[in-house]
Protein backbone atom coordinates (compact mmCIF):
# COMPACT_ATOMS: atom_id res chain seq x y z
CA UNK A 1 0.00 0.00 0.00
CA UNK A 2 1.40 3.36 -0.55
CA UNK A 3 2.19 5.56 2.13
CA UNK A 4 0.00 9.00 0.03
CA UNK A 5 -2.63 10.32 2.17
CA UNK A 6 -6.47 8.98 0.79
CA UNK A 7 -8.81 11.63 -0.18
CA UNK A 8 -12.30 11.52 1.61
CA UNK A 9 -14.00 8.92 0.31
CA UNK A 10 -11.29 6.50 -0.32
CA UNK A 11 -9.90 3.56 1.66
CA UNK A 12 -7.26 1.39 1.85
CA UNK A 13 -8.81 -2.12 -0.01
CA UNK A 14 -9.29 -4.89 3.05
CA UNK A 15 -7.45 -7.93 2.11
CA UNK A 16 -10.22 -10.46 2.32
CA UNK A 17 -12.97 -7.90 2.93
CA UNK A 18 -16.71 -8.32 2.62
CA UNK A 19 -18.47 -10.76 0.64
CA UNK A 20 -20.50 -9.69 -2.34
CA UNK A 21 -19.52 -6.98 -4.95
CA UNK A 22 -17.71 -4.83 -3.17
CA UNK A 23 -14.83 -7.46 -2.73
CA UNK A 24 -11.69 -6.73 -4.81
CA UNK A 25 -8.01 -7.00 -5.30
CA UNK A 26 -5.30 -7.14 -2.95
CA UNK A 27 -1.75 -5.75 -3.79
CA UNK A 28 0.68 -8.39 -5.25
CA UNK A 29 1.91 -10.72 -2.35
CA UNK A 30 -0.57 -9.47 0.39
CA UNK A 31 -1.98 -12.81 0.53
CA UNK A 32 0.94 -15.33 0.50
CA UNK A 33 0.62 -18.39 -0.67
CA UNK A 34 -1.15 -19.45 1.90
CA UNK A 35 -4.56 -17.23 2.35
CA UNK A 36 -7.10 -17.96 5.08
CA UNK A 37 -10.34 -19.53 4.72
CA UNK A 38 -13.04 -17.64 3.32
CA UNK A 39 -15.08 -16.17 6.78
CA UNK A 40 -18.30 -18.02 7.80
CA UNK A 41 -21.27 -17.05 6.42
CA UNK A 42 -22.44 -13.25 8.11
CA UNK A 43 -25.40 -12.40 9.13
CA UNK A 44 -27.80 -9.85 6.87
CA UNK A 45 -29.10 -9.75 2.99
CA UNK A 46 -25.93 -11.01 1.42
CA UNK A 47 -25.28 -14.41 1.96
CA UNK A 48 -21.24 -16.39 1.22
CA UNK A 49 -21.40 -16.23 -2.77
CA UNK A 50 -21.21 -19.29 -4.44
CA UNK A 51 -17.58 -18.39 -6.12
CA UNK A 52 -14.75 -16.77 -4.15
CA UNK A 53 -11.30 -15.88 -5.49
CA UNK A 54 -8.63 -14.86 -3.57
CA UNK A 55 -5.33 -13.38 -4.85
CA UNK A 56 -5.48 -16.24 -7.42
CA UNK A 57 -2.52 -15.95 -10.12
CA UNK A 58 -0.81 -18.35 -12.72
CA UNK A 59 2.41 -17.93 -13.59
CA UNK A 60 3.35 -19.73 -17.24
CA UNK A 61 7.55 -20.31 -17.57
CA UNK A 62 8.00 -19.65 -21.30
CA UNK A 63 11.95 -19.93 -20.43
CA UNK A 64 14.04 -21.26 -24.03
CA UNK A 65 15.23 -25.08 -23.21
CA UNK A 66 17.99 -25.04 -20.18
CA UNK A 67 20.78 -25.77 -23.22
CA UNK A 68 19.89 -22.73 -25.49
CA UNK A 69 19.96 -20.50 -22.41
CA UNK A 70 23.27 -21.75 -20.98
CA UNK A 71 24.79 -21.42 -24.58
CA UNK A 72 23.08 -17.89 -25.37
CA UNK A 73 22.91 -16.61 -21.78
CA UNK A 74 19.07 -15.76 -21.35
CA UNK A 75 17.54 -15.63 -18.35
CA UNK A 76 14.19 -17.36 -17.57
CA UNK A 77 11.33 -15.88 -18.84
CA UNK A 78 7.94 -16.24 -16.62
CA UNK A 79 4.72 -14.98 -17.87
CA UNK A 80 2.34 -13.79 -15.24
CA UNK A 81 -1.03 -14.43 -17.09
CA UNK A 82 -2.85 -13.41 -13.90
CA UNK A 83 -1.89 -11.96 -11.45
CA UNK A 84 -3.51 -11.38 -7.88
CA UNK A 85 -7.47 -11.53 -8.83
CA UNK A 86 -9.77 -11.21 -6.04
CA UNK A 87 -13.22 -11.17 -6.48
CA UNK A 88 -16.83 -12.91 -5.95
CA UNK A 89 -19.81 -14.15 -7.51
CA UNK A 90 -22.93 -14.47 -5.98
CA UNK A 91 -25.53 -16.74 -6.40
CA UNK A 92 -27.60 -16.19 -9.95
CA UNK A 93 -25.25 -13.23 -10.55
CA UNK A 94 -22.52 -12.70 -13.52
CA UNK A 95 -19.24 -11.12 -13.77
CA UNK A 96 -17.79 -10.44 -16.39
CA UNK A 97 -13.98 -10.44 -17.09
CA UNK A 98 -13.02 -7.94 -19.68
CA UNK A 99 -10.13 -6.45 -21.44
CA UNK A 100 -7.70 -6.62 -24.81
CA UNK A 101 -6.56 -10.29 -26.22
CA UNK A 102 -3.47 -11.08 -23.97
CA UNK A 103 -4.88 -9.75 -21.05
CA UNK A 104 -5.16 -12.80 -19.14
CA UNK A 105 -9.28 -13.14 -18.83
CA UNK A 106 -9.24 -16.71 -20.47
CA UNK A 107 -6.64 -18.47 -18.24
CA UNK A 108 -8.80 -16.61 -15.19
CA UNK A 109 -11.17 -18.80 -17.06
CA UNK A 110 -9.58 -21.92 -16.91
CA UNK A 111 -8.44 -21.43 -13.24
CA UNK A 112 -11.90 -21.61 -12.18
CA UNK A 113 -12.43 -25.57 -14.28
CA UNK A 114 -9.48 -26.94 -12.57
CA UNK A 115 -7.84 -26.90 -15.82
CA UNK A 116 -5.03 -24.77 -14.48
CA UNK A 117 -3.44 -24.95 -11.12
CA UNK A 118 -2.96 -21.74 -9.48
CA UNK A 119 0.94 -20.69 -8.70
CA UNK A 120 -0.72 -18.83 -5.89
CA UNK A 121 -4.18 -17.59 -4.37
CA UNK A 122 -7.71 -19.69 -3.52
CA UNK A 123 -10.80 -20.39 -5.37
CA UNK A 124 -13.70 -21.40 -3.19
CA UNK A 125 -16.81 -23.05 -4.94
CA UNK A 126 -20.03 -22.79 -2.24
CA UNK A 127 -17.36 -22.29 0.58
CA UNK A 128 -15.33 -25.25 -0.53
CA UNK A 129 -11.62 -25.28 -1.88
CA UNK A 130 -12.04 -26.03 -5.08
CA UNK A 131 -8.49 -26.55 -6.67
CA UNK A 132 -7.55 -28.74 -3.42
CA UNK A 133 -10.72 -30.75 -4.32
CA UNK A 134 -9.37 -30.36 -8.34
CA UNK A 135 -6.22 -31.81 -7.09
CA UNK A 136 -7.05 -34.49 -4.66
CA UNK A 137 -9.05 -36.01 -7.56
CA UNK A 138 -11.98 -38.72 -6.77
CA UNK A 139 -15.24 -38.39 -5.74
CA UNK A 140 -15.11 -34.84 -4.52
CA UNK A 141 -13.39 -33.79 -8.10
CA UNK A 142 -15.71 -35.32 -10.19
CA UNK A 143 -18.86 -33.88 -7.83
CA UNK A 144 -17.40 -30.64 -7.80
CA UNK A 145 -17.30 -31.13 -12.20
CA UNK A 146 -20.76 -31.66 -12.18
CA UNK A 147 -21.64 -28.30 -10.44
CA UNK A 148 -18.77 -26.33 -12.53
CA UNK A 149 -19.08 -26.36 -16.38
CA UNK A 150 -17.17 -24.55 -18.92
CA UNK A 151 -18.76 -23.13 -22.62
CA UNK A 152 -15.87 -22.59 -25.04
CA UNK A 153 -15.37 -19.90 -27.86
CA UNK A 154 -14.94 -21.73 -30.88
CA UNK A 155 -18.41 -24.19 -31.25
CA UNK A 156 -16.88 -25.50 -34.59
CA UNK A 157 -13.59 -26.99 -32.48
CA UNK A 158 -15.38 -28.15 -29.11
CA UNK A 159 -18.35 -30.28 -30.49
CA UNK A 160 -17.19 -33.86 -31.56
CA UNK A 161 -17.36 -33.63 -35.51
CA UNK A 162 -17.89 -37.52 -35.81
CA UNK A 163 -21.21 -37.24 -33.17
CA UNK A 164 -24.47 -37.28 -33.04
CA UNK A 165 -25.55 -34.50 -30.74
CA UNK A 166 -27.53 -36.74 -28.93
CA UNK A 167 -24.27 -38.97 -28.19
CA UNK A 168 -22.66 -35.52 -27.16
CA UNK A 169 -24.86 -33.82 -25.39
CA UNK A 170 -25.61 -37.33 -23.34
CA UNK A 171 -22.00 -38.08 -22.95
CA UNK A 172 -21.70 -35.81 -19.86
CA UNK A 173 -24.46 -37.61 -18.18
CA UNK A 174 -23.11 -41.07 -18.72
CA UNK A 175 -20.08 -39.84 -17.66
CA UNK A 176 -21.38 -38.70 -14.23
CA UNK A 177 -23.93 -41.04 -14.14
CA UNK A 178 -26.34 -38.52 -13.53
CA UNK A 179 -28.96 -39.63 -16.09
CA UNK A 180 -29.73 -43.57 -15.83
CA UNK A 181 -30.50 -45.83 -18.93
CA UNK A 182 -30.88 -44.36 -22.77
CA UNK A 183 -34.86 -43.98 -22.88
CA UNK A 184 -34.11 -41.45 -19.94
CA UNK A 185 -30.78 -40.06 -21.62
CA UNK A 186 -33.05 -39.32 -24.32
CA UNK A 187 -35.56 -37.69 -23.06
CA UNK A 188 -33.08 -35.47 -20.76
CA UNK A 189 -31.57 -34.68 -24.36
CA UNK A 190 -34.68 -33.80 -25.71
CA UNK A 191 -35.68 -31.50 -23.20
CA UNK A 192 -31.90 -29.46 -23.30
CA UNK A 193 -32.37 -28.88 -26.72
CA UNK A 194 -35.64 -27.22 -26.15
CA UNK A 195 -34.33 -25.18 -23.48
CA UNK A 196 -31.71 -24.03 -25.79
CA UNK A 197 -34.47 -23.36 -28.71
CA UNK A 198 -33.86 -26.79 -30.76
CA UNK A 199 -36.22 -29.52 -31.23
CA UNK A 200 -35.68 -33.15 -29.51
CA UNK A 201 -35.69 -34.20 -33.11
CA UNK A 202 -32.41 -32.45 -33.79
CA UNK A 203 -30.71 -35.17 -31.44
CA UNK A 204 -29.59 -37.97 -34.57
CA UNK A 205 -28.03 -34.96 -36.52
CA UNK A 206 -24.09 -34.13 -36.67
CA UNK A 207 -22.56 -30.96 -35.73
CA UNK A 208 -21.72 -30.00 -39.55
CA UNK A 209 -25.58 -29.78 -40.40
CA UNK A 210 -25.99 -26.64 -37.87
CA UNK A 211 -25.02 -23.05 -38.27
CA UNK A 212 -22.78 -21.57 -35.98
CA UNK A 213 -25.23 -20.05 -33.23
CA UNK A 214 -26.73 -23.16 -33.42
CA UNK A 215 -23.90 -25.10 -32.52
CA UNK A 216 -23.38 -22.83 -29.61
CA UNK A 217 -26.68 -23.39 -28.39
CA UNK A 218 -25.68 -27.48 -28.36
CA UNK A 219 -22.80 -26.09 -26.47
CA UNK A 220 -24.87 -24.99 -24.16
CA UNK A 221 -27.14 -27.86 -23.97
CA UNK A 222 -24.05 -30.05 -23.19
CA UNK A 223 -23.00 -27.69 -20.47
CA UNK A 224 -26.35 -28.20 -18.83
CA UNK A 225 -26.08 -31.86 -19.21
CA UNK A 226 -24.99 -32.53 -15.22
CA UNK A 227 -27.43 -29.50 -13.68
CA UNK A 228 -24.37 -27.40 -12.64
CA UNK A 229 -24.80 -24.38 -10.72
CA UNK A 230 -21.65 -22.20 -12.26
CA UNK A 231 -20.81 -22.06 -15.97
CA UNK A 232 -17.91 -20.44 -17.11
CA UNK A 233 -18.10 -18.84 -20.59
CA UNK A 234 -15.00 -18.05 -22.93
CA UNK A 235 -16.05 -15.44 -24.94
CA UNK A 236 -19.28 -17.66 -25.98
CA UNK A 237 -20.67 -15.19 -28.91
CA UNK A 238 -17.46 -13.67 -30.05
CA UNK A 239 -17.49 -16.59 -33.23
CA UNK A 240 -21.01 -16.00 -34.10
CA UNK A 241 -22.00 -13.41 -36.49
CA UNK A 242 -23.33 -10.63 -34.84
CA UNK A 243 -27.08 -11.23 -35.58
CA UNK A 244 -27.00 -13.84 -33.91
CA UNK A 245 -24.97 -12.86 -30.85
CA UNK A 246 -28.06 -11.62 -29.19
CA UNK A 247 -30.03 -14.57 -29.30
CA UNK A 248 -27.21 -16.71 -27.85
CA UNK A 249 -26.55 -14.18 -24.94
CA UNK A 250 -30.72 -14.14 -24.65
CA UNK A 251 -31.31 -17.75 -24.24
CA UNK A 252 -28.42 -18.06 -21.75
CA UNK A 253 -29.94 -15.12 -20.18
CA UNK A 254 -33.13 -16.99 -20.01
CA UNK A 255 -31.21 -20.04 -19.06
CA UNK A 256 -30.28 -18.37 -15.73
CA UNK A 257 -33.32 -16.67 -14.74
CA UNK A 258 -35.25 -20.19 -14.94
CA UNK A 259 -32.38 -22.17 -13.42
CA UNK A 260 -30.83 -19.48 -11.15
CA UNK A 261 -27.35 -19.92 -12.96
CA UNK A 262 -24.11 -17.95 -11.75
CA UNK A 263 -21.67 -16.99 -14.72
CA UNK A 264 -18.05 -16.24 -14.97
CA UNK A 265 -18.37 -14.05 -18.31
CA UNK A 266 -15.32 -13.36 -20.56
CA UNK A 267 -15.64 -10.99 -23.23
CA UNK A 268 -12.87 -8.43 -24.96
CA UNK A 269 -16.78 -6.63 -26.13
CA UNK A 270 -17.93 -4.41 -23.52
CA UNK A 271 -21.93 -3.99 -25.58
CA UNK A 272 -21.67 -7.66 -24.55
CA UNK A 273 -20.69 -7.63 -21.08
CA UNK A 274 -23.37 -4.59 -20.59
CA UNK A 275 -25.98 -6.86 -21.89
CA UNK A 276 -25.05 -9.85 -19.16
CA UNK A 277 -23.38 -8.78 -16.34
CA UNK A 278 -23.82 -7.74 -12.72
CA UNK A 279 -20.01 -6.90 -12.04
CA UNK A 280 -17.60 -6.08 -14.12
CA UNK A 281 -13.99 -6.51 -13.51
CA UNK A 282 -11.44 -4.85 -15.92
CA UNK A 283 -8.18 -6.37 -16.87
CA UNK A 284 -4.74 -5.41 -18.06
CA UNK A 285 -2.02 -7.51 -18.86
CA UNK A 286 -3.14 -10.26 -15.71
CA UNK A 287 -4.26 -7.61 -12.95
CA UNK A 288 -8.03 -6.16 -12.47
CA UNK A 289 -7.13 -2.88 -12.56
CA UNK A 290 -11.27 -2.22 -11.73
CA UNK A 291 -14.11 -3.89 -10.25
CA UNK A 292 -17.42 -2.86 -10.27
CA UNK A 293 -21.34 -3.16 -10.14
CA UNK A 294 -22.23 -2.99 -13.82
CA UNK A 295 -24.15 0.53 -13.78
CA UNK A 296 -21.30 2.32 -12.14
CA UNK A 297 -18.39 0.97 -14.66
CA UNK A 298 -20.43 2.02 -17.34
CA UNK A 299 -21.85 5.71 -16.08
CA UNK A 300 -18.69 6.60 -14.16
CA UNK A 301 -15.55 4.34 -14.98
CA UNK A 302 -12.72 5.61 -12.82
CA UNK A 303 -9.42 3.62 -14.43
CA UNK A 304 -8.25 5.42 -17.54
CA UNK A 305 -8.14 2.08 -19.16
CA UNK A 306 -11.79 1.38 -18.46
CA UNK A 307 -12.13 4.92 -19.74
CA UNK A 308 -10.54 4.32 -23.24
CA UNK A 309 -12.59 1.11 -23.65
CA UNK A 310 -15.63 2.98 -23.60
CA UNK A 311 -14.61 5.90 -25.45
CA UNK A 312 -14.25 3.57 -28.46
CA UNK A 313 -17.78 1.89 -28.23
CA UNK A 314 -20.20 3.05 -30.79
CA UNK A 315 -23.05 4.79 -29.60
CA UNK A 316 -26.46 4.67 -30.63
CA UNK A 317 -27.37 8.03 -29.91
CA UNK A 318 -24.20 9.91 -30.76
CA UNK A 319 -24.28 9.80 -34.46
CA UNK A 320 -22.00 12.34 -36.03
CA UNK A 321 -19.45 11.91 -32.85
CA UNK A 322 -16.31 10.61 -33.57
CA UNK A 323 -15.25 8.07 -31.50
CA UNK A 324 -12.23 7.27 -30.00
CA UNK A 325 -9.91 4.31 -30.70
CA UNK A 326 -7.82 2.15 -28.06
CA UNK A 327 -4.48 3.84 -28.24
CA UNK A 328 -1.42 2.02 -28.28
CA UNK A 329 -0.52 -1.56 -27.96
CA UNK A 330 -0.66 -3.78 -25.11
CA UNK A 331 2.71 -4.24 -24.03
CA UNK A 332 4.56 -7.72 -24.15
CA UNK A 333 3.35 -9.13 -21.58
CA UNK A 334 6.85 -10.85 -20.58
CA UNK A 335 8.54 -7.68 -20.24
CA UNK A 336 5.46 -5.55 -18.50
CA UNK A 337 6.43 -2.19 -17.78
CA UNK A 338 7.73 -1.09 -14.17
CA UNK A 339 4.90 0.44 -12.00
CA UNK A 340 1.65 0.98 -13.47
CA UNK A 341 1.89 -1.48 -16.44
CA UNK A 342 -0.73 0.71 -18.32
CA UNK A 343 1.77 4.14 -18.13
CA UNK A 344 3.04 4.01 -21.50
CA UNK A 345 -0.53 4.48 -22.73
CA UNK A 346 -2.23 6.36 -20.01
CA UNK A 347 -2.58 10.11 -20.63
CA UNK A 348 -2.91 10.85 -16.70
CA UNK A 349 0.26 8.97 -15.87
CA UNK A 350 3.29 10.75 -13.97
CA UNK A 351 6.41 9.90 -12.60
CA UNK A 352 5.20 8.21 -9.36
CA UNK A 353 3.00 5.50 -12.14
CA UNK A 354 6.31 5.11 -13.66
CA UNK A 355 7.52 3.16 -10.78
CA UNK A 356 5.08 2.19 -8.03
CA UNK A 357 2.38 -0.29 -8.88
CA UNK A 358 -0.87 1.13 -7.77
CA UNK A 359 -2.64 -0.80 -4.63
CA UNK A 360 -5.89 -1.67 -5.09
CA UNK A 361 -8.51 0.33 -3.01
CA UNK A 362 -12.12 0.34 -2.36
CA UNK A 363 -13.78 3.60 -3.45
CA UNK A 364 -18.11 4.34 -3.43
CA UNK A 365 -18.22 0.27 -3.80
CA UNK A 366 -16.09 0.11 -6.79
CA UNK A 367 -12.67 -1.38 -7.05
CA UNK A 368 -9.86 0.54 -8.68
CA UNK A 369 -6.09 0.56 -9.00
CA UNK A 370 -4.94 4.01 -10.01
CA UNK A 371 -2.55 6.50 -8.66
CA UNK A 372 -4.11 9.07 -10.13
CA UNK A 373 -7.56 8.44 -8.85
CA UNK A 374 -6.13 7.51 -5.49
CA UNK A 375 -4.96 11.38 -5.50
CA UNK A 376 -8.19 12.69 -6.95
CA UNK A 377 -6.54 14.00 -9.91
CA UNK A 378 -9.29 12.28 -11.52
FE1 LIG B 1 -2.57 5.95 -15.41
FE2 LIG B 1 -0.97 6.21 -13.30
FE3 LIG B 1 -3.50 5.43 -13.00
FE4 LIG B 1 -1.73 3.79 -14.10
S1 LIG B 1 -1.71 4.54 -12.02
S2 LIG B 1 -3.80 4.15 -14.82
S3 LIG B 1 -0.50 5.23 -15.27
S4 LIG B 1 -2.79 7.41 -13.75
Not at 51 to 79: C, H, I, W, Y
Request: with cysteine; aromatic share 6%; net charge positive.
Amino acid sequence: MSGSNLPTGLSAFPLLGKVGIGAGLVEAGAAGPHPSPPPAEEGGMQSQPLVRAEALAKTFDVSPPLLNRVLEGKPRQMLHAVDDATFTIAKGETLALVGESGCGKSTAARLLVGLYEPTRGSFYFDGQDAHAAFKAGGAGARKLRERIQMIFQDPYASLNPRWKVGDIIAEPMREHGTVQGKAAQEQRVGELLQSVGLSPADMVKYPHQFSGGQRQRISIARALATQPEFLVCDEPTSALDVSVQAQVLNIMKNLQRERGLTYLFISHNLAVVRHVSDQVGVMYLGRIVELAPKHMLFSAPRHPYTRMLLDAIPKMHDTGHARTPVQGEVPNPLNPPPGCTFHPRCPHANERCKTERPAMLGIQGIQVACHAVEEGRI
